[in-house]
């Protein structure tokens, strides 16, 4: 959807800087961007995808109740240290079921 509305903005540029910026605004915008933990935490119990110091990327929960620095949790029940995440970002839309002909 986002690709085709940049090809249309790219296409009618007409010597201004609008089709562009806006052009360059929506590819940004519209792809996944790595939150670091220093600047934002995700919600209580909530599944992402974390990008460890080791550069491993999981998809773990946030437990933001915890009264350690242990407050990642994978699916296998393992918690992790605040300090073993460095950035995260939210999880995907599922996706949409190809509706049926009838």
Not at 13 to 22: C, F, P, R, S, W
Not at 31 to 37: A, G
Request: hydrophobic share 35%; with cysteine.
């Amino acid at each position: 959807m986002y690709e085709e509305l940049v090809k249309h903005l790219r296409f009618y540029e007409d010597g201004t800087l609008y089709y562009k910026q806006a052009a360059d605004a929506i590819e940004v915008l519209s792809k996944p961007q790595w939150i670091p933990v220093t600047e934002r935490l995700p919600d209580h119990l909530t599944s992402v995808i974390v990008h460890r110091k080791d550069g491993g990327i999981f998809i773990w929960e946030y437990f933001d109740t915890s009264p350690t620095d242990e407050c990642w949790i994978d699916d296998s029940m393992n918690v992790y240290s605040f300090y073993d995440v460095t950035h995260w970002m939210p999880l995907p839309e599922p996706p949409k079921e190809a509706e049926e002909e009838t």
